[in-house]
């Protein structure tokens, strides 16, 4: 039997819809970044998405994929570097470099799922341009093709979508680059050809389809934050004991489980405690 990375489902296992071999081989194989949980069918990683640009809803993304041109790429590394430079795909993540890391995946809105991505650590290509010494955020800012992205010629937010981390944040070796998914390259309405990848943090900040990183010494105004700044807060680090204005964020649902799944208790930080150290002394329920 042929095991795909698309076999390596929770239904799998449970329902033994591709066989339990399948299933076991796969919770077997499944490294340590995903801490026991299998990967979600690729099916609905990119059939299940946010990426307004694209449309609203999630199938929408999926729908209007067509539309968007990846290559040429390439991202612009400037502002407070020793060396601003524009890098293509092939410099930003050769095959060799490539590294795959599944990641648990939770969104504001209390769905999760597990992503085998592949890709590099920002650390390393930050280091690319070279840092300098009072460079204290990164910013990101998506590409802006209003000829490409159908929601880009309405004014629903302040386009081009730009989010931000500190940059002990964006330096932790979990911040990834992600170019590629399921060992394929990355499908356009999953923010390919590259996009942001925090594990612990909510969804909003893993912004997709990177044209621009810029070196700053101020905290950056980014998109959510800017719009809604009660429900996103800049560090939007996964937290159960901090609610979304309108619902809990005690508990995800699994993206794929299956209608007789039950809820799963969301995790501090998404499980990820190492970055812990990252906000020792901040109080979380303010800097949400
Ligand atoms: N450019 C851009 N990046 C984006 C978004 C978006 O609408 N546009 N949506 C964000 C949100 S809210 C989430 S949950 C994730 C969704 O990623 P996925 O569709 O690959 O699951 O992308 C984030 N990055
Ligand atoms: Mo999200």
């Known amino acids: 039997m042929k095991l ?35 990967p979600t069918a690729y099916e609905d990683i990119t059939g299940y998405n946010n990426y307004v640009e694209l449309g609203m ?41 490539r590294e795959e890391r599944i990641y648990r995946f939770r969104c504001v809105e209390a769905w999760s799922m597990v992503v085998p991505w592949e890709g590099v650590p920002l650390a390393g290509v930050l280091d690319r341009a070279g840092v300098k010494p009072e460079a204290r955020f990164v910013a990101f800012e998506t590409v802006y093709r209003p000829d490409e992205l159908p929601g880009q010629r309405r004014k629903t937010l302040d386009w081009p979508y730009r989010e931000a981390l500190r940059l002990d944040e964006a330096r932790h070796p979990l911040t990834f ?17 590259i996009r942001l990848v925090v594990p612990w943090k909510y969804g909003f900040k893993s912004i997709k389809s990177i044209v621009r990183i810029t070196l700053t010494d101020r905290q950056p105004e980014t998109t959510w934050n800017a719009l809604q700044p009660d429900e996103y807060g800049f560090y939007a680090n996964v937290n159960p004991k901090v609610d979304h204005p309108r619902w809990s964020q005690r508990t995800e649902r699994r993206i794929g489980a299956g209608l007789l799944a039950g809820r799963d208790e969301t995790r501090l930080f998404n499980g990820y405690d190492e970055v812990a150290p990252l906000y020792a002394g901040m109080d979380l329920a303010r800097d949400y």
């Open 177 to 193: 680059l992600a170019t590629g998914l399921y060992r394929k390259p990355l499908p356009a309405q999953s923010g390919g050809p």
């Open 57 to 97: 809803g999630k199938s929408a993304p999926a729908e209007n994929a067509h539309r968007r041109t990846m290559s040429p790429w390439s991202v612009e590394i400037g502002g407070l570097v020793e060396r601003p430079v524009t890098l293509t795909l092939d410099e930003i993540a050769p095959a060799a470099a």
């Open 4 to 38: 795909s990375w698309s076999d390596v489902t929770p239904e799998a296992l449970v329902l033994n819809r591709r066989g339990l071999l399948a299933g076991m081989a796969a919770v077997a194989a499944t490294p340590a970044f995903a801490r026991g949980d299998a």
